[in-house]
Each structure stands twice: as C-alpha cells, then as structure tokens.
C-alpha cells in the first residue's frame, strides 16, 4: 500500500511541475508569436464558457470522486490498486483543464484562462495523496 501511496505522490508532483513547466514555456516563449485568434469575439465567448464549465466541471468532479456513490463502493470492497487507479481519475480531472487553460490562453491572450488555471492549481492542493487520506476514503483500518 505504501509503495502506491508514494508512485502516487511522485505522479502528482510530476503533473504539477509539467503543467507549471508548459506554463511557463507558453508564457515565455510561445507568447511572442500569440496574435490573438481568428476567432470573433462571439465565438470566443463561447469558447471562454467551454473552458469554465470544463474547469468547473473537472474541479468538482475530482473534489467528490470518492463521494459518488459507485466509485465510493468500488475502493471501500476494492484492494489498494483500486483506489490507485481512481485517484489516477482524480488527477486527470484536474490536469485536463489545466492544459486546456494554458492552450486557450495562449490562443486568445485572455487573462480569464490564467485564472481558471490557478483554481485548478489551489484545487491540486485539495486532492495531495497521503496515507492518511487513503485510510479516510477507503474506510479501511492499518491492520487490514
């Protein structure tokens, strides 16, 4: 159990050091060639409300993945690689909208993308693998 909880927590830090690293390349390097896009500004609108429900969407989700009452039941009777694999889910829910933020802002040069990408990056704060967690979501004890 420990060796997941630990390939987790090198699985979460390299997902946040890869995003705050393509954030960086985007913002520094990338964003001399941004223009803006083609797009006019009703078809940005549109595409601004896509990236925050995604967000939005992607930030509940992972927040309560372990409430909803399938996945609940599926780690609680499950063994370790079960939550393994949930808590992967987990983690893409966040990372997707992360991703999706940063190419967006670089599309449009809109400043509402980088704030979406910082809810994403405090919400990263809220799902951190521990042992302690694992023990609270699974219901399981440190004998079993």
Same mark, same amino acid.
């Given at each position: 159990m ?5 390939? =987790?927590?090198?699985?979460? *830090?390299?997902?946040? @050091?890869?995003?705050?690293a !393509?954030?960086? /390349?985007? #913002? ?13 500004s ?9 990236a925050?429900? =995604?967000?939005?969407?992607? *930030?509940?989700?992972? @927040?309560?993945?372990?409430? !909803?009452?399938? /996945?609940? #039941?599926?780690?609680?009777r ?24 940063i ?34 979501e699974?219901?399981?004890t440190?004998?079993?």
């Open positions: 420990k060796e997941k909880i630990i390939l =987790l927590r090198r699985i979460y *830090i390299l997902y946040i @050091l890869l995003t705050v !393509f954030a960086a /390349v985007v #913002e520094f390097l990338l964003m001399d060639e941004a223009g803006g896009s083609a797009i006019d009703q078809g940005q609108f549109l595409f601004q409300m896509v925050v429900f =995604l967000t939005l969407g992607g *930030i509940y989700g992972a @927040l309560r993945l372990f409430k !909803f009452k399938t /996945v609940k #039941e599926e780690i609680e499950g063994s370790v690689r079960q939550y393994f694999t949930w808590s992967l889910v987990r983690l893409a829910l966040l990372e997707l909208p992360a991703l999706f933020n190419v967006s802002y670089h599309l449009f040069v809109e400043s509402s993308f980088v704030y979406l990408f910082y809810m994403v990056l405090i919400a990263f704060v809220f799902v951190f693998p521990s042992e302690q967690r694992y023990y609270n699974t219901g399981k440190d004998e079993e």
